[in-house]
T-cell receptor, first 114, second 111 residues
Framework: NSKVIQTPRYLVKGQGQKAKMRCIPEKGHPVVFWYQQNKNNEFKFLINFQNQEVLQQIDMTEKRFSAECPSNSPCSLEIQSSEAGDSALYLC????????????FGPGTRLTVL | DAKTTQPDSMESTEGETVHLPCSHATISGNEYIYWYRQVPLQGPEYVTHGLQQNTTNSMAFLAIASDRKSSTLILPHVSLRDAAVYHCILRVSSSFSKLVFGQGTSLSVVP
């Protein structure tokens, strides 16, 4: 069973507001991924980290989102100015490094932008 | 990332053994076959993965065709708790590579 913790479970924001969500990866997992799952259940990769360093991110994340994984603190994903289209389930997953280790997911933060 | 093809939905009865097929005709040599499942209001759950040989764990048996162009996830003696969307995903052999989810197969289990 996954031990990835995500808070809050539910988040409601108005358009233009900041929305911040946090993730504590499984103990000892240095690789963290963020995904977005929309209401059509389509997944989109957003960004991944190894420890504090960004490995990959998509264009959208670079422009409107900010994410970090500071040492000894939860990882976070923040939308600077929420839009209606950002309403989705935001999933955090963590993994060991090495050869094809599986990713373990948290329960997600469901963001609703009114 | 190469594409997989799965049926949209399947139905089974409690206690049955379920075979979930996945086609991946353009799989590359360095791609693993991963299976995840997701129930409503939860994140995806890892089920199993394999490269070439069949694999088994407490959750499922993964049968991989000898040419690797298809695979079948076998769930023995399903229960109501096994009802979920099952995703078959190809992923290169690196823990840094992202998962690319498709629509998956929605498995329903009836008593």
């Amino acid at each position: 069973n996954s031990k990835v913790i995500q808070t809050p479970r539910y988040l409601v924001k108005g358009q233009g507001q900041k929305a911040k969500m946090r993730c504590i990866p499984e103990k000892g997992h240095p690789v963290v991924f963020w995904y977005q799952q929309n209401k059509n259940n389509e997944f989109k990769f957003l960004i991944n980290f190894q420890n504090q360093e960004v490995l990959q991110q998509i264009d959208m994340t670079e422009k409107r989102f900010s994410a970090e994984c500071p040492s000894n603190s939860p990882c976070s994903l923040e939308i600077q100015s929420s839009e209606a289209g950002d309403s989705a389930l935001y999933l955090c997953a963590s993994s060991l490094t090495g050869y094809s280790y599986e990713q373990y997911f948290g329960p997600g933060t469901r963001l609703t932008v009114l | 990332d190469a594409k997989t093809t799965q049926p949209d939905s399947m139905e089974s009865t409690e206690g049955e053994t379920v075979h979930l097929p996945c086609s991946h005709a353009t799989i590359s040599g360095n791609e693993y076959i991963y299976w995840y499942r997701q129930v409503p209001l939860q994140g995806p759950e890892y089920v199993t993965h394999g490269l070439q040989q069949n694999t088994t764990n407490s959750m499922a048996f993964l049968a991989i065709a000898s040419d690797r162009k298809s695979s079948t996830l076998i769930l023995p003696h399903v229960s109501l708790r096994d009802a979920a969307v099952y995703h078959c995903i190809l992923r290169v052999s690196s823990s840094f590579s992202k998962l690319v989810f498709g629509q998956g197969t929605s498995l329903s289990v009836v008593p």
